[in-house]
């Protein structure tokens, strides 16, 4: 899979990328993730990537030509990709059906907005989907970038050392997960659950079944409602 991150910051996603299941899945060749800065696609002897809003108004918006121009550079280079995605707080909020979704994709284009946004034109004629990763306004799309790169690397083929393990996580299955446990048995006067060292692996998977039901019901029976 081939991602194309498109922003005005990108000191801010390229550390991250570098490591943990992300970075894993880049060296397992299962990802590759390019950053763009916005800025090297400007028109312009100022290099400006934005501009006043027309109508007035706070804050700046992202001028047209250099996103779109980024773009169209990617694409020449790698060809088509499946979906030009925006970040934006008002785009679909991001669940794990759509990141299943996406992580079959081959080349995915993120943009990444900041200040007020970008010119409409853009998100009318270049992007494909618009993604939210949550009812709060951050600063930009930069974290929500990262967000939704570590969500489809860790599905890429071969990316978890537990093959099985992306399948049991919160949600996948529509329930949270159950408590882990590891050494010391005992800490500081709290003892492991004694079925979990029983060693009794049907005792021990009704145990987890249970336990992943009530922490449902008690925290999200929205959930449960689906
Ligand atoms: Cl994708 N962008 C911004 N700026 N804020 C957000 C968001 C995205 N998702 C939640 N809040």
Known sequence: MRIDIVTALPD???EPLRHSIVGRAQSKGALAVHVHDVRDYATDKHRQI????FGGGAGMVLKPEPLVRCVEAITAAAGAPDA????TPDGERLQQPRVN???THEHLI???G???GIDQRVRDTVVTLEVSIGDYVLSGGELPALVLVDAVARLQPGVLGDASSALTDSFQDGLLDAPAYTRPASFRGHDVPAVLRSGDHARIDAWRDAQRLE???ARRPDLLDD
């Open 215 to 217: 922490k449902t019901r």
């Open 110 to 112: 993120l943009l990444c």
């Open 50 to 53: 934005d501009d006043y809003p």
């Open 114 to 116: 900041h200040y007020k």
């Open 12 to 14: 801010i996603v390229e």
């Open 84 to 87: 030009v995605i925006y970040l």
């Open 101 to 103: 979704h996406l992580s």
